[in-house]
């Protein structure tokens, strides 16, 4: 009984060690830059007020974690591609609420530029 309790320990420890390192998981230099990158061109772009700013950047960068931490787990590509879709739905819940409804569509905008980018880079 004893040796049962002690294995169930361990498993609780170890389930536990787990979780904190992956939440723990920083993003590197490269990553931050590309965020930070992104970041610009859509400020640049929605010429966003003084007041959205900071809720925008926060945003983008919550999101924007979120999607680095997903290109890098060794999920399968369509739990992959179902959960991008899930966030993507999230943030621009967020953003359209946040956003003029000019502001919006230019973001949208933006996206599907970017996206399209990724696409021939991938394919090149």
Known sequence: MKRIKHILVLMVITLVGTTAV??????????KAQMEAQLEVYIEKLNLSDSQQPNFEEITKRYG?????????SKGRL??????KSI????????????????YTTY?????????????????
Do not use: G, I
């Open 22 to 31: 992956a939440q723990e998981k920083e993003l590197t230099e490269e990553q």
């Open 65 to 73: 974690k979120q999607l680095m931490v997903l290109k890098e787990s």
């Open 79 to 84: 739990s992959k591609y179902k959960e991008f």
């Open 88 to 103: 993507s739905k999230d943030r621009n819940k967020e953003m359209q609420a946040l956003l003029s409804e000019e502001q």
């Open 108 to 124: 949208l905008a933006t996206q599907e530029e970017m996206q399209q980018k990724m696409k021939e880079q991938r394919n090149n």
